[in-house]
């Protein structure tokens, strides 16, 4: 399985945009690039993915590298509820996606 | 459209007892996946089902650990003589047939051993 690579905190102050990098250079044409969260407690929530093109849906923006080998999850505005660790992971498209999460990104809000 | 439910939402047992977690996948789901999170850890992988199906249970321990996914009712992780290092949250998640993208997690079971 292709890994990515995440840095293991950020902190962003509320209102204002997040950027979480992930870096997935071995990432091979089949694979798709999904952003889940999990806030404390609770379980996994699915965020977006993409395969190569930027995506954008009503919780975040998805950019991608021309090359495919980064990604940037964008929280357009941060609130005390996006406090969470976010994963960056790789999948192929196949009959089942078998999601591998690494350690994350955990990010703090503040007020 | 409920979502994943997991029950027990805790669940306490002892050394050797069995521990048995049960997981309702969505409405038309017929994918089922069980993850397993340790204190402080990411979420690993653990099987994946389909209905009356075992299709990959690559992350699943050899000894003690089982799941099954009948015709009919929920999904079950059973772990036979439970040791204090199964002490852990269990998740667990299911999609729709055909390929897609995301899973849809449940609350989870944290199950502790004394």
């Known amino acids: 399985d292709a890994k990515t690579t995440q840095p293991n905190s950020m902190e962003s102050n509320e209102e204002e945009p997040v950027h979480l990098p992930c870096n997935h250079s071995?990432?091979?044409?089949?694979?798709?690039i999904h952003w889940y969260r999990q806030l404390p407690s609770q379980g996994p929530e699915y965020v977006i993915h993409g395969l190569t093109s930027n995506v954008n849906n009503r919780m975040a923006s998805l950019a991608i590298a021309e090359d495919r080998k980064s990604s940037t999850l964008i929280l357009h505005r941060a609130t005390l509820r996006d406090a969470a660790v976010y994963y960056c992971?790789?999948?192929?498209?196949?009959?089942?996606?078998?999601?591998?999460f690494g350690p994350g990104t955990s990010l703090s809000v503040i007020p | 459209n409920a979502g994943v439910m997991q029950n027990p939402r805790h669940l306490v047992r002892r050394r050797g007892q069995e521990a048995r977690l049960r997981c309702s996948p969505m409405k038309g789901h017929s994918h089922v996946y069980w993850y397993r999170q340790l204190p402080e850890e990411g979420l690993k992988f653990m099987v994946y089902?389909?209905?009356?199906?075992?299709?990959?249970e690559s992350g699943m321990p050899k000894e003690r650990f089982s799941a099954e996914f009948p015709k009919e009712g929920p999904s079950i992780l059973r772990i036979q003589q439970v040791v204090r290092g199964d002490s852990a949250a269990y998740f667990c998640a299911s999609s729709p047939p055909g390929g897609v993208y995301e899973q849809y997690f449940g609350p989870g079971t944290r199950l502790t051993v004394t």
């Open positions: 071995t990432i091979s044409g089949t694979d798709y």
């Open positions: 992971i790789l999948s192929l498209k196949t009959s089942y996606d078998k999601v591998i």
């Open positions: 089902l389909q209905k009356e199906n075992i299709i990959d």
